[in-house]
């Protein structure tokens, strides 16, 4: 089926508005459709890790200085004013072995300077995991050490040591919202792919209609060059080919006369006539060139350097039928 075809059955399906059961998808439109379907999963991925990723922040750490009341600023995110979830991890043990066994209280003073206790107990005790919920502002963590008179040890890392990090799932409260927004962008994204695709195909169409004749057909042998050497079927070359007996001058007219009849016939059958052609410019070789010879056919192939190209073995032929046709007159 050639271009001309071709655009006329594209428009046919866009006439009718569906296309014809049982039609196979082609192969481009497999390889969007995974496309498509890998972005939208690539998307979802990213949202799903991002959404659960963690911003730590090292409070204390073994074997270092105390900080008794340690500052968290809680970001309101996209100004929404949503509790961020954090998870705090603790751990106090004795400065050294000759280190005597403290009280440890821990609190927390939220933005409106209420004080809640989130654990209590002596240096040699576990300190559990929490998880908190805090609104957007800034928040304080007190870690206060309790002497055996009950007052309170202004220096409490003389007599102990302490491990603490807050981590804070930023984007969490907003899970649903950016699976909402991750799905939709894929959408849009197919969709805009779609559409610019058949905006290109309309105005290829387009074009292929306004084109003349010959250039379509010049066009049509192009992409089947081209089809070819990319490893698609092979170019009809047979016009190319010269018999044992041939010439240069003779192939040139098969071409000639070939093309001819595919013009007349495309031509012929968009007016509606199924006559078949005749072509009354055609040669009859026999009658004119009479019967062939094998000179020149025969014995060892030798190596010409001059011949690199197609080109040069055209040039050769046409100067040996010349210099043929001279020695004749």
Aim: proline share 4%.
């Amino acid at each position: 089926m050639n271009l001309v075809h071709e655009a006329m059955h594209r428009e046919k399906e866009e006439d009718d508005g569906k296309k014809k059961p049982g039609k196979a998808i082609p192969k481009d439109g497999r390889a969007r459709m995974v496309a498509t379907l890998l972005t939208w999963l690539l998307l979802n991925l990213i949202w799903l890790y991002a959404s659960d990723a963690v911003a730590v922040n090292e409070v204390h750490e073994h074997g270092g200085q105390i900080n008794r009341n340690y500052l968290l600023d809680v970001p309101d995110m996209m100004g929404m004013d949503r509790e961020t979830p954090v998870g705090l991890t603790c751990d106090y043990a004795p400065r050294n072995a000759s280190s005597p066994v403290v009280n440890v209280e821990l609190s927390h003073v939220s933005p409106d300077e209420s004080i809640e206790i989130l654990w209590e107990g002596e240096s040699t005790e576990a300190c559990p995991d929490m998880s908190l919920s805090l609104e957007p502002g800034k928040h304080y963590f007190t870690t206060r050490v309790v002497m055996e008179d009950g007052q309170a040890d202004i220096y409490p890392s003389r007599n102990l040591s302490a491990e603490m990090d807050l981590g804070m799932r930023l984007w969490q409260p907003f899970r649903t919202e950016g699976f909402v927004a991750a799905n939709v962008l894929g959408l849009v994204l197919g969709i805009v792919d779609r559409t610019i695709r058949q905006m290109a195909q309309r105005r290829k169409d387009a074009l292929v209609r306004n084109m003349p004749l010959h250039t379509r057909r010049q066009q049509e042998e192009w992409e089947q060059i081209v089809q070819s050497v990319s490893g698609g079927d092979a170019v009809d070359v047979e016009g190319l080919v010269m018999g044992p007996t041939g010439s240069a001058d003779e192939s040139m007219e098969v071409q000639r006369r070939r093309m001819r009849e595919q013009f007349a016939a495309q031509s012929s059958e968009a007016d509606g006539d199924i006559a078949p052609f005749e072509d009354e410019d055609a040669i009859d070789f026999e009658d004119e060139l009479g019967e062939g010879t094998t000179e020149g056919l025969t014995g060892a192939v030798e190596e010409d350097r001059s011949i690199r190209t197609v080109g040069d073995l055209w040039r050769r032929l046409g100067g040996s039928s010349n210099e043929k046709k001279k020695g004749k007159r």
